[in-house]
Each structure stands twice: as structure tokens, then as C-alpha cells.
T-cell receptor, first 113, second 113 residues
């Protein structure tokens, strides 16, 4: 597709369950970012992938969060044993290189009940 | 530690007047700055960017000003239109280490018809 695609668009899960969020970046974009936006908050950086370099995981809030990017394209953000405070909109973005603007997907709204 | 700050959570402006959104940063290593606009239930959309080698960048009704000595940037929208009503985020990145974008907490702009 032409833009960054995220799935699912909405996810409701029970506390303690694991969830996987998917991001399809724009074709050819080497950089991929995950952010989250909690209610009334700004965009919180989670993780950044750039080409074949080791990802910058400095924003992951706990070891329940992990992400991978297979083949330099699709990325999956996994949250294990979800907690209510994990409820947020999870946004994925990609950019052509390190010095260009990032394009965002529509986000996945995660609700933990 | 909030490296990128938007101290005004909201701003109301009359249609046709100028909107000025402000952003301050603390990391002197930041050398690339961006503004994004976000409508409800959508991902952020890139608006305009500026490199630290410039102090002004203009694109139509949007102008971004950068004051490196003050570690301050601003976005001017003139004339403001009702369709500009959205949340505006500034973001910054630095060349050292990874190139992740650090976002501010956003300013909600409301343009009154």
C-alpha cells in the first residue's frame, strides 16, 4: 500500500493476556518507529529500527514489551501479560532514511479490561 | 526528563488570524525538527521540518522558526483556517546514536469561525 498500515485498528484484551500489534511500513523505508499515546498524553517513544543495526529499545517501558522487525520490513510489537496501564494508541511510523520525516500509520487502539 | 516541551496544552485563535505554536527543547545535540498535525482517531501527519543550519522554513501558510541559542522553535500558521483545528506536535532528533524522534506533548489548536 501507499502508506503505513497497522493492524488491528482496535484491540480489546483481558488483563494478563498477550497481544501482538502489526506494522507494515512504506515499501523501501529503512527506519521504523513505534510510539504510544496514552489518553491526554504526548507521543511516547518505544523502539526504533534502522536497517540492519541493533534496534534502539530505550523507550520500552518494561520487559513485558518486545518488538521485532523481520526481513527489514514488517514489524510486530508484542506486549505480554497486559496491564490496564498498557491501554493506549500504539503508533507505528517509517521513514526513508534517518534524516527524513516519518510517516505514521493510523494506530492501534489497545484497551485492556 | 522531557527533552521536548510544549508548554501550552491548548490555543484558540480566530479564523484569519495568526496561530503561533511554541516548542522548547533541552538537548543541544538536536539538529532536525519537525511539526506534525494530528486529527482525532488518525495518525500524526507531517507538516513541516527545519534543519539546524536554518532559522526559518516556509511552506505556504506554515512557517517554522528556529532559535538555536534559545533552544526554541515555533510554528506560525497564517491565515488560520477552521480546518487547522487539530493537535500539533513538535519533534526533534539528534545525529548521535540512533535517530529516533522525540515528541512534545502537543498543543491543541482550535480555530474559531
Amino acid at each position: 500500500g501507499a502508506g503505513v498500515s497497522q493492524s488491528p485498528s482496535n484491540k480489546v484484551t483481558e488483563k494478563g493476556k498477550d497481544v501482538e500489534l502489526r506494522c507494515d511500513p512504506i515499501s523501501g523505508h529503512t527506519a521504523l518507529y513505534w510510539y504510544r499515546q496514552s489518553l491526554g498524553q504526548g507521543l511516547e517513544f518505544l523502539i526504533y529500527f534502522q536497517g540492519n543495526s541493533a534496534p534502539d529499545k530505550s523507550g520500552l517501558p518494561s520487559d513485558r514489551f518486545s518488538a521485532e522487525r523481520t526481513g527489514g520490513s514488517v514489524s510486530t510489537l508484542t506486549i505480554q501479560r497486559t496491564q490496564q496501564e498498557d491501554s493506549a494508541v500504539y503508533l507505528c511510523a517509517s521513514s526513508l532514511a534517518q534524516t527524513t520525516e516519518a510517516f505514521f500509520g493510523q494506530g492501534t487502539r489497545l484497551t485492556v479490561v | 526528563d522531557q527533552q521536548v516541551k510544549q508548554n501550552s496544552p491548548s490555543l484558540s485563535v480566530q479564523e484569519g488570524r495568526i496561530s503561533i505554536l511554541n516548542c522548547d527543547y533541552t538537548n543541544s545535540m538536536f539538529d532536525y525538527f519537525l511539526w506534525y498535525k494530528k486529527y482525532p482517531a488518525e495518525g500524526p501527519t507531517f507538516l513541516i521540518s527545519i534543519s539546524s543550519i536554518k532559522d526559518k522554513n516556509e511552506d505556504g501558510r506554515f512557517t517554522v522558526f528556529l532559535n538555536k541559542s534559545a533552544k526554541h522553535l515555533s510554528l506560525h500558521i497564517v491565515p488560520s483556517q477552521p480546518g487547522d483545528s487539530a493537535v500539533y506536535f513538535c519533534a526533534a532528533s539528534a545525529p548521535s546514536g540512533t535517530y529516533k524522534y522525540i515528541f512534545g506533548t502537543g498543543t491543541r489548536l482550535k480555530v474559531l469561525a
